[in-house]
């Protein structure tokens, strides 16, 4: 009788327990599975239907192979000897395993060794690591981006000067091996004398620039010159104040390779136009002297002749001082001249029967005091980027807009416009936009001259683009 009670009792509680494994297998939101020796899947739970996205019964009888990723079926196997055969209590791996849809889905693999009436089961823990996943591939094509572009990533912290760096940061500044320590006290010792000043300086103003942006020379033990651009972005704390700059680091010597070689080009392309031309001029001026024996068709292409000379002149002058300080070298002849007259000769320029036509909208009678060759020469540079930008646009529009202090002229152009992140690169000195792939000619001079020219007159320039609409260049001048 005895026998029997506790008998009864331990089957009852045997039964409690076994109802208690069951909840909590089913509600836990761990995905969980049973399976046997031969990797054949009994059971399984809520979560890891959710998560390979299959119903109980079109995963249940199935073996994890089946669903299994090709690259990670030897792992499973390698489970299956250390369990079964090596009779392991508990071993861990990581696997792929597909979903439905045939996407995949990383894990991390617990798997218990248990007993049940004499047979040997599998109880298995998988815990969802996709996104760790991702993330780690993300890094490895970040990495791999930014050794192939020459390209490091710093974060300075603006409170201890402590800087961390990415794993080639330290490579760009000549070290084999990955230093132990870098402060922002580190980058001086390695930034040309010549250089340091302007590093600092931007160092000082960042909290009010929000950031830097600062070109530099390297000292190099071999002699070996070395550019380097430093960017960065302030990070605010809680009170609003900067803690920290975010950055990148580029080596930017081959493009100031480049770029010495085209000053170069530049230089003697100019200096050799320069003779021919003022003979042209001087040939051009007697003409004009002997003006009394010329017929008036004759006097006018002599007229128009000569103002295309003085602008050819101009150019080159313009091309041998287009350094950084353009700008502080620019000398303008300011005279009252007619806006409209101005806008309309320089657009007679542009018509032929294969470009877009021009036209012109405004008042006639705008008078405005300037270098009217320099004007002539914005036009023309931004009436020639919207043909050559373009080409796909029928009609170009040249808008003048007087106001009470100022005029606004606008060039508008219905073409593929121009994305956001490059627009701030526009009026640097020889960048080239090239929308949709394409390359196009030129030195790309004349927007960096154009600005250069505008704010010398106190006045501004910009653009404002809808990409696949339309482009608007636009400058103001002082009245």
Same mark, same amino acid.
């Given at each position: 009788?005895?026998?029997?009670?506790?008998?009864?009792?331990?089957?009852?509680?045997?039964?409690?327990? &076994?109802?208690?494994?069951?909840?909590?297998?089913?509600?836990?939101?761990?995905?969980?599975?049973?399976?046997?020796?031969?990797?054949?899947?009994?059971?399984?739970?809520?979560?890891?239907?959710? %998560?390979?996205?299959?119903?109980?019964?079109?995963?249940?009888?199935?073996?994890?192979?089946?669903?299994?990723?090709?690259?990670?079926?030897?792992?499973?196997?390698?489970?299956?000897? %250390?369990?079964?055969?090596?009779?392991?209590?508990?071993?861990?791996?990581?696997?792929?395993?597909?979903?439905?849809?045939?996407?995949?889905?990383?894990?991390?693999?617990?798997?218990?060794?248990?007993?049940?009436?004499?047979?040997?089961? !599998?109880?298995?823990?998988?815990?969802?690591? @996709?996104?760790?996943?991702?993330?780690?591939?993300?890094?490895?094509?970040?990495?791999?981006?930014?050794?192939?572009?020459?390209?490091?990533?710093?974060?300075?912290?603006?409170?201890?000067?402590?800087?961390?760096?990415?794993? &080639?940061?330290?490579?760009?500044? !000549?070290?084999?091996?990955?230093?132990?320590?870098?402060?922002?006290? @580190?980058?001086?010792?390695?930034? *040309?004398?010549?250089?340091?000043?302007?590093? #600092?300086?931007?160092? @000082?103003?960042?909290?009010?620039?929000?950031?830097?942006?600062?070109?530099?020379?390297?000292?190099?033990? &071999?002699?070996?010159?070395?550019?380097?651009?430093?960017?960065?972005?302030?990070?605010?704390? #809680?009170?609003?104040?900067?803690? #920290?700059?975010?950055?990148?680091?580029?080596?930017?010597?081959?493009?100031?390779?480049?770029?010495?070689?085209?000053?170069?080009?530049? *230089?003697?392309?100019?200096?050799?136009?320069?003779?021919?031309?003022?003979?042209?001029? !001087?040939?051009?001026? %007697?003409?004009?002297?002997?003006?009394?024996?010329?017929?008036?068709?004759?006097?006018?292409?002599?007229?128009?002749?000569?103002?295309?000379?003085?602008?050819? *002149?101009?150019?080159?002058?313009?091309?041998?001082?287009?350094?950084?300080?353009?700008?502080?070298?620019?000398?303008?002849?300011?005279?009252?001249?007619?806006?409209?007259?101005?806008?309309?000769?320089?657009?007679?320029?542009?018509?032929?029967?294969?470009?877009?036509?021009?036209?012109?909208?405004? #008042?006639?009678?705008? %008078?405005?005091?300037?270098?009217?060759?320099?004007?002539?020469?914005?036009?023309?540079?931004?009436?020639?980027?919207?043909?050559?930008?373009?080409?796909?646009?029928?009609?170009?529009?040249?808008?003048?807009?007087?106001?009470?202090?100022?005029?606004?002229? @606008?060039?508008?152009?219905?073409?593929?416009?121009?994305?956001?992140?490059?627009?701030?690169?526009?009026?640097?000195?020889?960048?080239?936009?090239?929308?949709?792939?394409?390359?196009?000619?030129?030195? !790309?001079?004349?927007?960096?001259?154009?600005?250069?020219?505008?704010?010398?007159?106190?006045?501004?320039?910009?653009?404002?683009?809808?990409?696949?609409?339309?482009?608007?260049?636009?400058?103001?001048?002082?009245?």
């Amino acid at each position: 009788m005895q026998e029997n009670k506790e008998r009864n009792n331990f089957e009852k509680r045997f039964k409690e327990c &076994d109802e208690k494994f069951n909840t909590f297998f089913e509600l836990t939101s761990v995905a969980s599975k049973i399976i046997q020796s031969d990797l054949t899947i009994l059971k399984v739970n809520k979560a890891l239907c959710d %998560m390979l996205d299959y119903p109980p019964e079109e995963l249940e009888g199935t073996k994890i192979l089946d669903h299994a990723c090709e690259e990670y079926i030897s792992h499973w196997h390698h489970l299956q000897e %250390m369990i079964w055969t090596k009779q392991v209590p508990f071993f861990k791996l990581k696997a792929c395993l597909y979903r439905k849809d045939h996407t995949r889905v990383w894990v991390d693999v617990t798997t218990i060794l248990y007993n049940d009436q004499g047979e040997t089961f !599998g109880f298995t823990v998988l815990d969802d690591i @996709s996104s760790f996943k991702r993330l780690e591939e993300s890094q490895k094509r970040l990495n791999l981006a930014l050794r192939y572009t020459s390209t490091a990533i710093w974060e300075l912290d603006l409170d201890t000067h402590e800087v961390f760096r990415s794993r &080639d940061h330290d490579e760009i500044f !000549g070290y084999a091996q990955r230093q132990e320590h870098w402060s922002l006290e @580190s980058y001086y010792e390695h930034i *040309s004398a010549n250089d340091l000043p302007a590093f #600092k300086e931007a160092l @000082s103003n960042i909290e009010a620039e929000g950031g830097l942006d600062v070109q530099v020379r390297l000292n190099r033990s &071999d002699g070996i010159l070395q550019w380097l651009n430093i960017k960065g972005k302030t990070e605010a704390g #809680k009170d609003g104040k900067a803690v #920290k700059l975010i950055g990148v680091i580029n080596d930017i010597t081959k493009d100031k390779i480049i770029e010495r070689h085209k000053d170069d080009f530049i *230089s003697i392309a100019s200096h050799e136009l320069k003779t021919p031309v003022t003979s042209l001029k !001087g040939s051009v001026q %007697m003409l004009q002297r002997d003006a009394n024996r010329q017929s008036e068709r004759t006097r006018r292409l002599i007229i128009q002749a000569s103002k295309g000379i003085n602008r050819i *002149s101009l150019i080159i002058d313009d091309l041998l001082n287009a350094g950084k300080n353009y700008r502080d070298q620019i000398e303008l002849r300011k005279t009252n001249f007619n806006l409209f007259e101005l806008v309309r000769e320089i657009v007679d320029l542009f018509a032929f029967n294969d470009l877009p036509i021009v036209t012109i909208t405004g #008042k006639e009678d705008i %008078m405005v005091y300037a270098d009217s060759e320099r004007i002539g020469r914005v036009l023309t540079n931004l009436i020639s980027n919207a043909v050559k930008y373009a080409p796909g646009t029928t009609e170009i529009r040249v808008e003048l807009i007087d106001n009470e202090t100022q005029v606004k002229i @606008s060039v508008i152009d219905n073409g593929p416009g121009i994305v956001a992140e490059k627009i701030p690169l526009l009026f640097n000195r020889y960048y080239q936009a090239d929308e949709q792939q394409h390359q196009f000619s030129g030195l !790309g001079l004349g927007l960096f001259i154009s600005a250069n020219i505008v704010n010398k007159h106190g006045g501004e320039i910009g653009v404002d683009s809808v990409p696949d609409e339309r482009t608007i260049f636009w400058f103001t001048l002082p009245k």
